[in-house]
């Protein structure tokens, strides 16, 4: 059980390109998340997911696309990376606290990656 | 908007002290409290979830208390080892929404960064 992981570990890109930086879960999860740490700062949520084909902007959307086509897999999408972008991300998935039996509905996280953009 | 409020923003403790990390957010409508600890370069591991409904929760030598209503929230470590090192954050969950409503989504702190001295 990997839980949640994500790649690359480290980018570096130049003002304008894009990528996707990818997270997969193998718990089955139905929630997922997306955050972005700065320096100093706490944890701020980018995009979230309820499930497959189901994902809504949180606190911080701009500049950034989502996609949710499976459960295990929520890719985030830098189209036009800025400087501004330089981060390190976070993705994060939960359990449906929906589902039979669920009480507790703890966020698990994946190990980051961390993005310059120059 | 919840704004989650953390103090100290950092802490030096010879080996063996007992700590208290403050936590303190403005919005008492949350549905449940998590804290993590974050080590360097790392993700997040989360370390106990407490319900709104419950008043602490304890594993190991950690203790967590929250008191919903004045809006604060405790981790108390017990006597503490260099291997606690790390940042502490804590993250109110937003209130219950309905059914097709989004996630737990999680207000994170900017964190208590504790050192352990032996």
């Known amino acids: 059980n990997a839980g949640v992981t994500q790649t690359p570990k480290f980018r570096i890109l130049k003002i304008g390109q894009s990528m996707t930086l990818q997270c997969a879960q193998d718990?089955?999860?139905?929630?997922m998340y997306w955050y972005r740490q700065d320096p100093g700062m706490g944890l701020k949520l980018i995009y979230y997911?309820?499930?497959?084909?189901i994902t809504d902007k949180g606190e911080v959307p701009n500049g950034y696309n989502v996609s949710r086509s499976t459960t295990e897999d929520f890719p985030l999408r830098l189209e036009l990376a800025a400087p501004s972008q330089t981060s390190v991300y976070f993705c994060?998935?939960?359990?449906?606290?929906w589902g039979v039996g669920r009480v507790v509905d703890e966020q698990y996280f994946g190990p980051g990656t961390r993005l310059t953009v120059t | 908007k919840q704004e989650v409020t953390q103090i100290p923003a950092a802490l030096s403790v010879p080996e063996g002290e007992n700590l208290v990390l403050n936590c303190s957010f403005t919005?008492?409508?949350?549905?449940?409290l998590q804290w993590f600890r974050q080590d360097p370069g790392k993700g997040l591991t989360s370390l106990l979830l407490?319900?709104?409904?419950?008043r602490e929760q304890t594993s190991g030598r950690l203790n967590a208390s929250l008191d919903k209503s004045s809006g604060r929230s405790t981790l108390y470590i017990a006597a503490s080892q260099p291997g606690d090192s790390a940042t502490y954050l804590c993250?109110?969950?937003?209130?219950?929404?309905?059914?097709?409503?989004?996630?737990?989504?999680?207000?994170f702190g900017t964190g208590t960064q504790l050192k352990v001295e032996l």
């Open positions: 994060a998935s939960s359990p449906d606290k």
């Open positions: 919005d008492s409508a949350i549905y449940n």
């Open positions: 407490i319900q709104s409904s419950q």
């Open positions: 993250a109110p969950e937003e209130g219950r929404r309905g059914v097709t409503g989004g996630g737990n989504k999680l207000t």
């Open positions: 718990m089955n999860h139905n929630y």
């Open positions: 997911s309820v499930g497959a084909g």
